[in-house]
């Protein structure tokens, strides 16, 4: 009988010890929880890894750039002119300042669609493409700029050959105008020598003439004066 009282004794205490066991595992939990759930409101800021959103970066790429409208604000640009002035500007996209010009800002909606899907690799040759092509007509440019910088040094120096051969001509032509000039003085010179001396013998004759004239003058005159017996 003893023996059953102390039994029931020890596991009416073995039952105490394990509520009491079990109600400070619950308070040690709810202090766990109200710990847990008090934290500061402002949580210390970690720096994290940037996130990429492939799916807005699709949007992006599939949706076109904004082309920027054409103002009419006041830009240096070439305008066109009634006037009929050689001088007046043209406003053309065959003008090559006008072109670039305008070209700054033009943008291929239909092409931009298109090119949304290519992968990057293939948008960066292009580009490359571009590029490449950009630079073949700088250079050609340059190249054609360097050409017709020869062709004219090429001119400028035959139109100076041909400025001094023309010098040379005219000094030509002067000096036989000059010699033109001397010969008809001296034919002048001789044909009034010439007449100088047919003019002196002239003269002569008229002075012989006259001289036999006188000779014989006296005995003419008392020829004609003599009295008749």
């Known amino acids: 009988m003893d023996d059953i009282l102390a039994d029931d004794l020890f596991g009416s205490m073995k039952i105490g010890k394990n509520k009491k066991r079990a109600s400070k595992k619950a308070r040690i939990k709810t202090e766990a929880t109200t710990t847990k759930v008090i934290e500061p409101e402002h949580p210390p800021v970690t720096e994290q890894p940037p996130v990429i959103d492939l799916v807005e970066e699709d949007l992006v790429k599939a949706t076109p750039p904004h082309i920027p409208e054409e103002t009419t604000s006041l830009e240096h ?56 092509v950009v630079n073949s007509s700088i250079h050609a440019l340059a190249y054609q700029s360097e050409v017709n910088l020869k062709r004219a040094l090429e001119a400028e120096e035959s139109s100076r050959n041909a400025h001094t051969e023309l010098n040379l001509a005219r000094s030509e032509i002067n000096q036989l105008k000059n010699d033109m000039r001397a010969k008809k003085e001296l034919l002048t ?26 000779r014989n003058g006296p005995k003419s005159c008392f020829k004609r004066w003599r009295r008749p017996r």
């Not at 909606?109 to 960066?124: F, I, K, M, N, S």
């Open 77 to 132: 640009v070439p305008t066109t002119t009634t006037s009929t002035s050689t001088d007046a500007p043209v406003r053309s996209i065959l003008t090559l300042k006008f072109g670039l010009l305008k070209s700054k800002d033009v943008v291929f909606t239909e092409e931009v669609t298109r090119w949304a899907d290519l992968p990057v690799a293939q948008l960066g040759a292009r580009a490359t493409t571009h590029c490449m």
């Open 189 to 214: 010179l001789l044909i009034t020598e010439n007449e100088l001396e047919e003019r002196e013998a002239a003269l002569k004759r008229e002075i012989k003439n006259l001289k036999t004239h006188v």
